[in-house]
């Protein structure tokens, strides 16, 4: 089925260093997201992107945050600077439509351990 | 906003028994639930979904319910095996936004 694709797999960083987690989706899909995924099993959601530009974002999608996806490369989310509270497993989805109407597709996730 | 709640944390079945797997939800304008599985150290797949045109459907040895009224839905796996063993996640959306909310998580056991 279709794949995204999740660069790299495990990233270890000191606090306050800056990282870029990158996501090569669904090669026909318009809807990008990244969740945060803590303690193995809570999915939260962080923010999702369309033609450019971010729709919604949630409450942990702090100012250090951004995300973007210049033409044909990579849907990157970028954490400048990093704090403890960052280290999770981070997934990309995308969607060929709505998450209302459309399935999302994952990511196997970047491992994010922020020391 | 939407808050989905999973029932069980854990649930343990023996292999060829059902398992059923509980969620709740706030929004009333709700009207799309997917389910994914997330088998251990891998990512998430989606599994089956249900809208709220219809109240139940079946994709092989999974069923879905929707209970619109009391704002719940189950995903029931019957004659499980062994490779069911997994984490379970409901979700559920609207057309107002494009987010997908997802539960807690339900941590299934198959014993052989």
């Known amino acids: 089925g279709p794949k995204v694709l999740q660069i790299p797999s495990h990233q270890i960083i000191d606090m306050g260093q800056m990282v870029t987690l990158n996501c090569d989706p669904v090669?026909?899909?318009?809807?990008f997201y990244w969740y945060k995924q803590i303690l193995g099993q809570q999915m939260e959601f962080l923010v999702n992107?369309?033609?450019?530009?971010?729709?919604?974002k949630s409450k942990l999608f702090k100012d250090q945050f951004s995300v973007e996806r210049p033409d044909g490369s990579y849907f990157t989310l970028k954490i400048q600077p990093t704090a403890l509270e960052d280290s999770a497993v981070y997934f990309c989805?995308?969607?060929?439509?709505?998450?209302?109407?459309?399935?999302?597709?994952f990511g196997a996730g970047t491992r994010l351990s922020v020391l | 906003g939407e808050k989905v709640e999973q029932h069980e944390s854990t649930l343990s079945v023996r292999e060829g028994d059902s398992a059923v797997i509980n969620c709740t939800y706030t929004d009333t304008a709700s009207s799309y639930f997917p389910w994914y599985k997330q088998e251990a150290g891998k990512s998430l797949h989606f599994v089956i979904d249900?809208?709220?045109?219809?109240d139940r459907k079946q994709s092989q040895r999974l069923i879905v319910l929707l209970d619109k009224k009391a704002k719940r839905f189950s995903l029931h796996i019957t004659a499980t095996q062994p490779e069911d063993s997994a984490i379970y996640f409901c979700a559920a959306s609207h057309n107002s936004n494009n987010r997908i909310f997802f539960g807690d998580g339900t941590q299934l056991v198959v014993k052989p």
């Open positions: 992107f369309y033609n450019g530009k971010v729709m919604e």
């Open positions: 090669s026909n899909h318009l809807y």
């Open positions: 989805a995308s969607s060929s439509g709505l998450a209302s109407q459309n399935t999302l597709y």
């Open positions: 249900i809208r709220s045109n219809v």
